[in-house]
C-alpha cells in the first residue's frame, strides 16, 4: 500500500477532545491523565470506519497522541492507554493511516510492541486492555502497514522477540490464537522473510531454549505449521548457506543446523522438503564427525515413530544405510544404535535392516557387535515379530563371540527371550515355536572350554530357564518339560552341568574333611591341591587361586562358617536350606563393607555352583508324580509339546542322571512303587534307567524298605536272564550294588544261564553272554574257574570258531544294529565276555590272557572272517573287527595285560583306526579317545592317532586332531596339578609318544619301499600331525628334547625284530624323516635338552656303547622332495595303452560301453565276471540306490551331473559276483592252493602297501614260492607283465580296473577265471572339473603278488595321468585310505602311490594256504 498524503489539521491545528474529556497536557498529574486517557479510549473504541466526520474531527487528537510527550511517558498505564487509543486510530483509518512520516510509523509500531511485553503478567489489573491491545492489533493487521518502511524488518524481529518471550503457560487459548494470527499475517502477506526474523523464530525450537519455555517453542512450532508454504523457501536458503556453501556466519543458529532439522521434521516433513538432498551430500563428507552429526540427525528422523521419510526419500535411506560400512567406528556405532528404534517403530524396513546389521554383527569393533545383539534384544522383548528368523540368527551366532562381553550379552539376551515367550508365553504358542531352538543352543555353549562361559549358562539355567524362585512343583513342572524338549546334544550338556557341580561339591567336601583332620604338612599339601583344584572351576583361575586360599583360611578359623558351608554341601541340604546357608555365608564374608569386594564376588560364584537349588527330595517326589501322571495318561504333556511315551522315556532319563547326583534323595517308599511301575513297562528304554536308578539309589533298600526288596529282586532276575542286553547288565550290577548277599543272587542267575548256553539259537545267546560277563567281572573269585570252562568249550570253540549260517551278500561295509545278523551280535558279546572275565581276574596266571589276544589279533589279521568260510558278510566282518580292536584296547587299560601285549599285537589294534569301513575307524578313535582323556590307556596308544593323518575324511581327521589336543592338554595339566606325577613323567608326558609313533610308523604295513616318495610322504605327513600339535609350544625346551629323543632312537635296535636290517633301516629312515620335520619347524630344536629321554626298552634295545649311528638314510634329493614337493613330470607320448591325459579334461577312449555310475561295490569283492559286463548299468543304479542309506556320516560329493550325492563306502555289488581274497592291512599272505590257480595271470603290482582307510597286511614280504614261480615265467608272459605293469598303477588306486581291462581296450575275451574286467580308463578318467572328495587309492579286484608288487616301478608319466581321476570314482563310498595326502582334499596325486592296497593274484597251484 502507499501511504496518503498528510491529512491537514481540523480548524486550524486545534485539538478536540470528545465530550467531557479536558486537555491532556503535561501540566496535569498522572493519575489525570490516565483519566482523560480512559475516556478517549473509550471514544475510540466507539468508533468505527464508517464514522467520516468523528474521523475529521479527533483527527488532531490522533496525532497529538502520536507526539514524542505520549510515546515516551515513563508513566506505564499511559503508554497503555496511548497504545490501545493508537491501535483503534489505525482500525478506525484504515487502510489509510494517518500518520504519513516514516520515521513516525516506525515510532509507533515500536511504542506498541513494547507496550505488548504487559502481556506476560496475567494477573495484572490491566491484563485485559493489553489483551484488547493485541487483539485489536490481531484482527486489523495493523502491522502489514509497516511493508512499506524501508526497516521494517526491525519492526517485526521486535515484535516476534516480545510475543515469543511474554507468552507463558497461564495464558489462554485466545491469546495464543492472536498473537499466531498477527505473527502468521506479517509471515503471508510479506515479501519473505529475513534471516535474522527466521531466527527470532527456530531459536525456540532448539533444545535450550526449548526446555526454558514450552509455550515459546509451542508458539513457534504452531506457526512454522502455519505459514509452511511461505516459509519452506527461507528455511531451504538458510540451511543451503550453512550445509552446502559452508557460510556458518549467517545466523547464530548456524552450529545448532541439526537440532533445527530434527525439530523442523517432527513439525512438519514438508519445512524440510528441499534440506533432505542437501543431508545425503553432507553423508558422503570426509569430515567423520561431521558424518557423525549427519547420521546422528537422520537416525532420529528415520527411527521416529510416525515418520515416513524412509519411504517418501529412498535415495536419502539408501544413503544412510551405507554408512552401516563406514570407515569411522563411531558412525557404525551410531548406526546400529539407531536400528533398535527403527526395529521398533517402523517393522517395515526390517528387511532392509538385516544385510547391514548382519555385516555388522561381524564388525571388527567388540563395542558394535555388542550393540548390534542388544538392538535385536530390545526389539524382540517389545515385539518378539520385530525380529526376523535371520536377526535372532545373528544373536545365536555372537554366542560364539571370541569376546566375553559379547558373547555375554548375546546369551543373557536370548535368556530373557525364552523366559519372556517360552516360559511365560507372553505372545502365544506360535511366538514360543518361533524360539525353541534358543534352550538348545543355550545349553550347547556349555561345551565351551572357557569356565565364564559354564558359569553363565548354569546362572541362565538357574534363573531363566528354571527359574529356582519358583515353588517346588512349579519349578519341576518346568524342567521335567524342558527335559523332554532338548535335543541330545544339549541334553548330555544339561546332564554334564550336574555333574560338575556335583564333583565341585565333592571337592569342597573333601577340603572340609581334611579341615577335621590334625595340621601337618601332609594335610597342607592335600589342602593345596584340592584348592587348585576348586580354583579351576572358577573365572581367573590365577585370582581364583588366592581368593581361595583366603577363603579356606576363614573356613579355619570360623568354625561356624564351616558348619553353614557343610550343611550347603550336605546330600539332605533342601533347596530352601540352601537359600539360607549362601545367604548366612555371604553376610560373614561381607564385613568390612567395601564398594567392591573381588575376594567375596569369587566367594560366590563358588556357592552359586554347589548349592542345591533345584534338586531335593521334594523335587524329586514332584518329578516322580508328574511321571506317575504321564504313565496314567493324565499329565498335560500333550498341551507342552510332546507325547506322553517321550515325556515317560525322558522324565526315566532325566531321574536317572540325578539318581547320579543326587541319591539320597530318592530313598523313599512312594518313589520306588513309581519306579516298580516303570519296570513293567513294555518300553525296553524306560525299565532300562528304572533299574539303573535302583542301582544307584537303593543302598539302603535291603535294610530299610523289605517290600520293595521282595518286589525287586524278581524283576531283576527277569531282567539278567531274558531281558535286553542293556538290561541285563544294569541288573547284574544292580544286584551287585545294593543287596548283600550278591553272591547267592549273583550265582542264581549263573547256574542256569551258562546250563542253558545254546550256539544254534544265537538270538537267544546275546542276554545270557551279557551277564554272564559281568557277573565273572564282578565276582571273579566266585565264578573265574566256572568261567574257564564255559570260554574254552563254549565261547572259543563253539561260538566264536565256528559260522552256522550264512550273511547277507550286499556288499556293505555298515548296516544298522537292526540288520546284524543274531550270530554275529553273539560273537561280538562273545568277546566282551572275555574281556570282562579277564578284567575281573585281573591275573595271567592261567595264561588265558595270551591266548585271548592270539584270538583277537587273528581275528583282525583274518579281516573279522576268523573261520575263512567266507559266510559273513563285510558289514559283520567290519563289527567283529571293530569289537577286536575295542577289545585289545580294554585290555591294555589293565596293566597285568599291557606288558604281555606284544608289539604286533599293538600293531593291529592300532591299524583299526585305518580301517576300511568309516564307522568302524569313527567308532574306534571315539573310544581310544575316552580312554586316553581318562587317563586309563597306556600313553602308546595315543601314537595311533598319528595313522589318522591317512584318513580320506577330512571330517575324521580334524576329530582326530581335535582328540590330541585334548588328550595332550589333559596330560600337560595333570602334571602341573599333581606334584607326584614327575616321577612317572615317561608315561605321562606327552613328548614321550614320539618314539611309539616311529616304531609304529616304521611298522605300517604300506611302508615298503623305504626311499619312495610317496610312501616317506605319507611318513612326514603322520609325524607332522602328531608333532604339529606337540610342537604348539617350546615349554621347557621341549623341541630339544623331541630332537634329541629321535637321535637317540637312531642309536637302537628295533626290538620287535632286531636282526632284520632292512626293518632296521626303515626304522632308521623313520628317524630321519622326523628329525627332517623337527628341525624344519623349529629353529630352537638345536640346543642342549634339557632331559635325555628314556626309550621303552618293549620297542628298542640299546647297542653297545662304542655303536655310532651317523648315517643319514634320507636322501638329499629326497629331502628337498619333501620339502618342496615332487615335481611334475614332462608330459610323455605314445605311451602304451594310455592316451594323451590333460588335467582337468575328461579322456575317452574306445572301449565296451560301460555306465558312468560306477558300483559301490565292497573293497572286498572281486571284478564282475566277463559275461556280466553288460548288465552294468542296472548294478549302477542298484549301487547307487543304496549310497543314500548307509555310511551317512560320510561328507556329501558331487557326481557328473554335480548334484549332491551321499557317498556309500560300501554298495551292493552286481549279482552274481564272488568275494575273492583281497591282501589288507593286517593279513598276511595266504600261499595255499586253490583250484582253477593256474589260470590266473601274474599282475604286475604297485609296491607293496595298502589303500587308505584298508586293512593292511602286516608282513610286506611274499611267499618264496611265489618268486620262484615268478621267476619262471614264460617270455610270453613276461612281456605281458610288461604291457600291465603299466596299468597297475591305475590298479592300485582305482576300483574296477584288472589286467582284464586291458583286454577289453584290445578286444580280446575275458578268461573264465571267476572275476572280469569292469572298468577301462574313459571310466576312470572321465569328468572335469575340482572335487569335493579325494581320489580313491586302491585297486578293486585286482589281485598279484606283493614280490611282483616291489619288482615293478611304473613310469612317473603314467602314475601322474592316473592320479587325474573323475568324479565317479571320487564319488565312490568305499574310500580307501592311502589316496591323497593328507589335508588336501581332492588333490591329484602324481606319481604311482605305492600306499596302494596290496594285491594279490589267487594263489598258484602248488602253493601252501598256511
Not at 543373557?412 to 519372556?420: D, P, R, T
Not at 561339591?505 to 589342602?527: C, F, Q, Y
Not at 595264561?847 to 559266510?871: C, F, H, I, P, Y
Not at 560301460?1154 to 549302477?1180: E, F, G, Q
Request: with cysteine.
Amino acid at each position: 500500500m502507499e501511504f496518503p498524503q498528510q491529512q491537514k489539521p481540523a480548524g486550524d491545528g486545534k485539538i478536540t477532545y470528545p465530550p467531557g474529556v479536558k486537555e491532556i497536557t503535561d501540566k496535569i498529574s498522572n493519575d489525570e491523565m490516565v483519566k482523560r486517557l480512559k475516556m478517549v479510549v473509550k471514544t475510540y473504541m466507539d468508533m468505527d470506519q464508517d464514522s467520516e466526520e468523528e474521523k475529521q474531527q479527533y483527527l488532531n487528537l490522533a496525532l497529538h497522541l502520536a507526539s514524542e510527550f505520549f510515546l515516551r511517558n515513563p508513566n506505564k498505564d499511559v503508554r497503555l492507554l496511548v497504545a490501545c487509543c493508537l491501535a483503534d486510530i489505525f482500525r478506525i483509518y484504515a487502510p489509510e493511516a494517518p500518520y504519513t512520516s516514516h520515521d513516525k510509523l516506525k515510532d509507533i509500531f515500536l511504542f506498541i510492541t513494547r507496550q505488548l511485553k504487559g502481556l506476560e503478567d496475567t494477573k495484572s489489573p490491566q491484563f485485559n486492555r493489553y489483551f484488547y491491545l493485541l487483539e485489536n492489533l490481531a484482527w486489523v493487521k495493523s502491522y502489514n502497514i509497516c511493508f512499506e518502511l524501508e526497516d521494517c524488518n526491525e519492526i517485526f524481529i521486535q515484535l516476534f522477540k516480545t510475543l515469543f518471550s511474554v507468552i507463558n503457560n497461564s495464558h489462554n487459548q485466545k491469546v495464543q490464537m492472536h498473537m499466531m494470527d498477527l505473527m502468521s499475517s506479517i509471515i503471508m502477506e510479506g515479501d519473505g522473510v529475513t534471516q535474522e526474523l527466521l531466527d527470532t523464530i527456530l531459536i525456540n525450537l532448539i533444545p535450550a531454549h526449548k526446555n526454558l519455555n514450552k509455550q515459546a517453542y509451542d508458539l513457534a512450532k504452531t506457526l512454522l505449521k502455519r505459514t509452511v508454504q511461505t516459509i519452506e523457501t527461507c528455511i531451504a536458503n538458510f540451511f543451503n548457506q550453512v550445509l552446502v556453501m559452508g557460510k556458518s556466519s549467517v545466523s547464530d543458529l548456524s552450529e545448532h543446523v541439526f537440532d533445527l532439522i530434527q525439530e523442523l521434521f517432527a513439525i512438519d516433513p514438508m519445512l524440510l522438503t528441499s534440506v533432505m538432498p542437501q543431508l545425503e551430500f553432507k553423508l558422503k563428507s570426509n569430515d567423520g564427525e561431521e558424518r557423525l552429526a549427519v547420521v546422528r540427525l537422520l537416525a532420529k528422523l528415520f527411527g521416529a515413530k510416525d515418520s515416513e521419510l524412509a519411504s517418501q526419500n529412498r535415495p536419502l535411506w539408501q544413503c544412510f544405510l551405507g554408512r552401516f560400512n563406514d570407515i569411522h567406528v563411531p558412525v557404525r556405532l551410531e548406526c546400529v544404535k539407531f536400528a533398535s528404534h527403527c526395529l521398533m517403530n517402523h517393522p517395515d524396513l526390517a528387511r532392509d535392516l538385516t544385510e547391514y546389521l548382519k555385516v555388522r554383527s561381524h564388525d571388527p569393533e567388540e563395542a558394535i557387535r555388542h550393540d548390534v545383539i542388544v538392538t535385536i534384544i530390545n526389539a524382540g522383548k517389545k515385539d518378539l515379530n520385530l525380529v526376523n528368523d535371520q536377526l535372532l540368527g545373528f544373536v545365536r551366532e555372537r554366542t560364539l563371540d571370541k569376546r566375553w562381553r559379547v558373547r555375554k550379552e548375546a546369551m543373557m539376551g536370548l535368556a530373557q527371550l525364552y523366559k519372556k515367550y517360552c516360559l511365560h508365553h507372553e505372545a502365544g504358542k506360535e511366538s514360543a515355536q518361533k524360539i525353541t531352538w534358543i534352550k538348545d543352543k543355550l545349553l550347547h555353549i556349555y561345551y565351551q572350554n572357557s569356565i565364564d562361559d559354564k558359569l553363565l549358562v548354569e546362572k541362565i539355567f538357574a534363573q531363566y530357564m528354571v527359574p529356582h524362585s519358583l515353588d517346588t512343583e512349579e519349578k519341576m513342572k518346568c524342567l521335567y518339560y524342558l527335559y523332554a524338549c532338548l535335543d541330545t546334544n544339549a541334553v548330555k550338556a544339561l546332564n554334564e552341568m550336574w555333574k560338575c557341580q556335583n564333583m565341585l561339591r565333592g571337592l569342597v567336601k573333601e577340603l572340609l574333611d581334611l579341615h577335621k583332620l590334625p595340621v601337618s604338612e601332609a594335610n597342607n599339601t592335600a589342602m593345596f591341591g584340592k584348592l587348585m583344584s576348586i580354583a579351576k572351576n572358577l573365572p581367573d583361575a590365577g585370582k581364583a587361586q588366592d581368593f581361595m586360599k583366603k577363603f579356606n583360611q576363614v573356613l579355619g578359623e570360623d568354625e561356624k562358617l564351616r558348619v553353614q558351608l557343610e550343611m550347603l554341601i550336605s546330600p539332605t541340604c533342601s533347596c530352601k536350606q540352601a537359600e539360607i546357608c549362601v545367604r548366612e555365608i555371604t553376610r560373614k564374608l561381607t564385613f568390612p563393607k567395601q564398594p567392591t569386594n573381588p575376594f567375596l564376588e569369587m566367594v560366590k560364584f563358588l556357592l552359586e555352583r554347589i548349592a542345591p537349588v533345584h534338586i531335593d527330595s521334594e523335587a524329586i517326589s514332584a518329578l516322580v508324580k508328574l511321571l506317575n501322571k504321564s504313565t496314567e495318561g493324565t499329565a498335560d504333556d500333550d498341551e507342552e509339546g510332546v507325547t506322553p511315551d517321550t515325556a515317560i522315556r525322558s522324565g526315566l532319563e532325566l531321574l536317572k542322571v540325578l539318581s547320579f547326583t543326587h541319591p539320597t534323595a530318592f530313598h523313599s517308599a512312594e518313589t520306588y512303587e513309581s519306579l516298580l511301575q516303570c519296570l513293567k513297562m513294555e518300553d525296553d528304554k524306560v525299565a532300562e534307567a528304572a533299574i539303573q536308578i535302583f542301582r544307584n539309589t537303593g543302598q539302603k533298600i535291603e535294610a530299610e524298605l523289605q517290600q520293595i526288596k521282595s518286589t525287586l529282586i524278581p524283576i531283576l532276575h527277569q531282567k539278567a536272564k531274558r531281558g535286553t542286553p542293556h538290561q541285563a547288565k544294569q541288573a547284574v550290577h544292580c544286584i551287585h550294588a545294593i543287596f548283600n548277599n550278591k553272591e547267592v543272587q549273583l550265582a542264581q542267575i549263573f547256574e542256569p544261564l551258562s546250563r542253558s548256553l545254546n550256539a544254534d539259537v544265537p538270538e537267544q545267546l546275546i542276554t545270557p553272554l551279557v551277564s554272564l560277563g559281568h557277573i565273572s567281572m564282578l565276582a571273579p573269585d566266585q565264578f573265574a574257574s566256572p568261567m574257564k570252562s564255559i570260554v574254552a568249550n563254549f565261547i572259543v570253540k563253539d561260538l566264536l570258531m565256528n559260522d552256522r549260517s550264512v550273511g547277507n551278500k550286499n556288499g556293505k561295509l555298515w548296516t544298522t544294529d537292526e540288520e546284524v545278523s543274531p550270530e554275529v551280535l553273539a560273537k561280538v558279546q562273545a568277546i566282551k565276555l572275555l574281556v570282562r572275565w579277564l578284567l575281573g581276574m585281573k591275573n595271567n596266571q592261567s595264561k588265558s590272557a595270551n591266548s585271548t589276544l592270539r584270538l583277537l589279533s587273528a581275528m583282525l589279521v583274518s579281516e573279522g572272517d576268523l573261520t575263512e568260510q567266507k559266510k559273513i558278510s563285510k558289514s559283520d566282518m567290519s563289527r567283529l573287527r571293530l569289537a577286536a580292536g575295542g577289545a585289545i584296547m580294554k585290555l591294555a587299560q589293565e596293566l597285568c595285560y599291557h606288558d604281555i601285549i606284544t608289539p604286533e599285537q599293538f600293531q593291529l589294534c592300532g591299524l583299526v583306526i585305518n580301517d576300511e569301513c568309516y564307522q568302524v575307524r569313527q567308532i574306534f578313535a571315539q573310544k581310544l579317545h575316552l580312554a586316553l582323556v581318562k587317563l586309563v590307556l597306556p600313553l602308546e596308544y595315543l601314537a595311533v592317532f598319528a595313522l589318522c593323518a591317512k584318513d580320506p575324511v577330512k571330517e575324521r581327521r580334524a576329530h582326530a586332531r581335535q582328540c590330541l589336543l585334548k588328550n595332550i592338554s589333559v596330560r600337560r595339566e595333570y602334571i602341573k596339578q599333581n606334584p607326584l606325577a614327575q616321577e612317572k613323567l615317561v608315561s605321562l608326558l606327552p613328548e614321550y609318544v614320539v618314539p611309539y609313533m616311529i616304531h609304529l610308523l616304521a611298522h605300517d604295513p604300506d611302508f615298503t619301499k623305504p626311499q619312495e616318495y610317496d610312501q616317506l610322504k605319507d611318513i612326514k605327513e603322520c609325524l607332522w600331525f602328531m608333532l604339529e600339535v606337540l610342537m604348539t609350544k617350546n615349554e621347557n625346551n621341549s623341541h630339544a628334547f623331541l630332537r634329541k629323543m629321535v637321535e637317540n632312537i637312531k642309536q637302537t635296535k628295533d626290538a620287535q625284530c632286531p636282526d632284520d636290517a632292512k626293518a632296521n633301516e626303515k626304522l632308521y629312515i623313520v628317524c630321519d624323516v622326523a628329525l627332517f620335520v623337527i628341525a624344519n619347524k623349529s629353529t630352537a630344536c638345536h640346543l642342549d635338552s634339557p632331559k635325555d629321554p628314556v626309550l621303552p626298552p618293549k620297542f628298542f634295545i640299546l647297542q653297545d656303547k662304542d655303536f655310532k649311528n651317523d648315517k643319514e638314510y634320507l636322501l638329499t634329493e629326497m629331502r628337498q622332495m619333501l620339502l618342496s614337493g615332487k615335481p611334475k613330470p614332462a608330459p610323455v607320448l605314445a605311451t602304451v595303452n594310455k592316451p594323451l591325459t590333460v588335467p582337468g579334461r575328461r579322456i575317452f577312449t574306445k572301449t565296451t560301453p560301460v555306465s558312468d555310475t560306477v558300483s559301490n561295490t565292497s573293497t572286498n569283492s572281486s571284478p564282475l565276471s566277463s559275461s556280466t559286463i553288460n548288465k552294468n548299468s542296472n548294478a549302477a543304479i542298484e549301487s547307487s540306490e543304496s549310497r543314500v542309506q548307509e555310511n551317512n556320516e560320510n561328507p556329501t560329493i558331487k557326481n557328473d551331473e554335480g548334484k549332491k550325492e551321499e557317498p556309500s563306502q560300501n554298495a551292493a555289488p552286481n549279482a552274481g559276483t564272488e568275494a575273492s581274497p583281497v591282501k589288507r592291512r593286517g593279513r598276511p599272505p595266504k600261499t595255499a592252493a586253490a583250484p582253477g590257480a593256474e589260470k590266473k595271470e601274474a599282475v604286475a603290482p604297485t609296491g607293496g602297501g595298502a589303500g587308505r582307510g584298508r586293512k593292511r597286511a602286516a608282513d610286506p614280504n611274499s611267499n618264496p614260492s611265489a618268486e620262484s614261480a615268478n621267476t619262471k615265467m614264460s617270455k610270453q608272459q613276461q612281456q605281458n607283465d610288461e604291457g600291465t605293469k603299466r596299468q597297475i598303477d591305475l590298479q592300485s588306486r582305482w576300483p574296477f580296473v584288472s589286467s582284464e581291462s586291458e583286454k577289453v581296450r584290445k578286444g580280446e575275451p575275458g578268461r573264465e577265471t571267476g572275476r572280469a574286467a569292469v572298468g577301462t580308463v574313459a571310466l576312470l578318467l572321465g569328468s572335469q572339473g575340482d572335487t569335493e572328495m579325494e581320489p580313491e587309492s586302491s585297486p578293486e579286484g585286482v589281485t598279484c603278488e606283493r614280490k611282483n608288487i616291489e619288482r615293478c616301478p611304473l613310469p612317473q608319466e603314467q602314475n601322474s595321468g592316473a592320479a587325474r581321476s573323475n568324479k565317479d570314482n571320487q564319488g565312490d563310498a568305499k574310500f580307501t585310505m592311502r589316496g591323497v595326502p593328507s589335508g588336501r582334499q581332492g588333490e591329484p596325486n602324481s606319481g604311482g602311490k605305492a600306499g596302494g592296497l596290496a594285491v594279490k593274484r589267487k594263489p598258484v597251484k602248488g602253493k601252501s594256504r598256511l
